[in-house]
């Protein structure tokens, strides 16, 4: 089956880096999407990527390994307002998207 | 810019009574979706349309259905409700070209509570 694992939550303190992991099984795979989502909100598109390698976006970076079926999304000098829970999500080869359960990051002063 | 627009925010519904979760988008998207959102699981799709007139099963379509008569609009419909779809429901649009997904935009969500 597919599926897509990451962890429930994490907690990281103001001004540091957190890498939040996300590894994923998939029938094909047409590229892995990262997501924001605020409580009680909608979610926002962070990041895509579909080779392998690191993609940089301001504070944020997302990273891929196809070969290992793994990415993760680094989040650097953490402010508060980056407390949201983060969602990876897998494109099979019929392009859907499979979605995680999310992480939930919990920022600290 | 509106974006997205989902009706109504929140609503209460008396099992078996018939819902219509409204989607209008203005940013002539030619493609739908309808995700439902439970705490500890990801999104699952309810429904799809890749294009205005055709419309697709995704994970979970039982219970409910959709329509797509032009661009803008694409309503989910839940014709006799069960507690089971308590859920937050959130309506996303992409600008898709044939074979892939772009990035999806999403409304604010739709909190359906089933008694």
């Known amino acids: 089956g597919q599926n897509i694992d990451q962890p429930t939550e994490m907690t990281a303190t103001e001004g540091a880096i957190v890498q939040i992991n996300c590894t994923y099984q998939t029938s094909g795979f047409n590229g892995l999407f990262w997501y924001q989502q605020h409580a009680g909100e909608a979610p926002t598109f962070l990041s895509y990527?579909?080779l392998d390698g690191l993609e940089e976006k301001g504070r944020f970076s997302s990273f891929l390994s196809r070969s290992k079926g793994y990415s993760y999304l680094l989040l650097k000098e953490l402010q508060m307002k980056d407390s949201a829970s983060y969602l990876c999500?897998?494109?099979?080869?019929?392009?859907?998207?499979?979605w995680g359960a999310g992480t939930k990051l919990i920022i600290k002063p | 810019t509106a974006g997205i627009t989902q009706a109504p925010t929140s609503q209460i519904l008396a099992a078996g009574r018939s819902m219509t979760l409204r989607c209008t988008q203005d940013m002539r998207h030619n493609a739908m979706y309808w995700y439902r959102q439970d705490l500890g699981l990801g999104l699952r799709l309810i429904h799809y349309s890749n294009t205005a007139g055709t419309t697709g099963k995704g994970e979970v379509p039982d219970g409910y259905s959709v329509s797509r008569a032009n661009t803008d609009d694409f309503p989910l419909t839940l014709a006799s409700a069960v507690p089971s779809q308590t859920s937050v429901y959130f309506c996303a649009s992409s600008d898709s070209t044939s074979g892939g997904t772009g990035e999806l935009f999403f409304g604010e969500g739709s909190r359906l509570t089933v008694l």
């Open positions: 990527n579909v």
């Open positions: 999500a897998a494109l099979d080869s019929n392009y859907q998207l499979i």
